[in-house]
């Protein structure tokens, strides 16, 4: 979302208000607005007042507490404040690291297996995968990588959960429809092989194509739940460009929580601007924003 500029036909959220709706936001998704927020919470929050024709963000905030409804004001409120700005293929060299290393590494694994059909198949978790361009990148690389190395086909070889708590970015991730602006970042053999243009209404539009769509799995996790609706474990995690929003203590609450579902080995993925030197000892900077997760934890 663009940088929120005073808008004078917008209400002013006060610092008590201010304060009440971040406490709020953090105790349900841990992102933490910083003080100096409060435009642009107030912009990103005005469609739900003008939504119920309220006046003031008191009044809001008051019906968010009461309202019984199953969470859907508070979901409503939530899918305001994130922030999810991503494209496809963003830091391409993540995306080659799947494909040069992660893939030659499990092959030469089953190979080396004692189990004579060990076939490698490969599970990926984008952890905060927004409108799906993320989790579509990995499936991409990753069937990319799978002609290269020829490595064997099997219709279970890929799985990849994508998850986020905004339902409204996963709608349109499941969708899996997108601009010619949002496409920029695929270069053109690889639209040709694995999306669909579109005719007539969906002119200037691609989709991609069921095979892409069947090797990803859309979930709404929300972090800061207390138990993830998942099983077994991964071989990767993106969890990119997210950790940015949160505090120290509820990025290291994710991240050890997040380590249980990763293979000893397993590799971690964080955004550009993201570190974590006060976990180097459970996992292994690599590269940039590239971590391992080390067998062995103190
Ligand atoms: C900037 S996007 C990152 C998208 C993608 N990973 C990338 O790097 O391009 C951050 C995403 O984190 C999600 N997010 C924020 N808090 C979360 C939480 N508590 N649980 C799950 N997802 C969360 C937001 O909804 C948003 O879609």
Redesign the pocket.
Known sequence: MSQAVMNPSLPVIGPNEFHLFRELIHRH???WLRDGKQVMLASRLSRRLRAHQMASFADYYRYVEQIQDDGRELRELINCV??????FF?EPHHFAFLSGQLIPEMMAAAHGSPHAAAKPAVRIWSA???TG??PYSIALALLEAQQRWRWPASASAIGIVA????TT?LEKAARGIYTEDEIEGIDSTLLKKYFLRGTDAMAGQVKVKKQIAALVEFER????DRTWPLSGSFDAI?F???LI?FRQETQDLFLRKMMRYLRPGGYLFL?HSEHIPWLHDVLEPLRQTIYRLRSTQP
């Open positions: 998704t841990g992102i994130t922030t999810n700005k991503t494209s963003r905060a995968c927004s361009e993320e998850s986020d708590l905004d970015v996790i929300n972090l800061m993106f990119r460009n997210a929003y955004g």
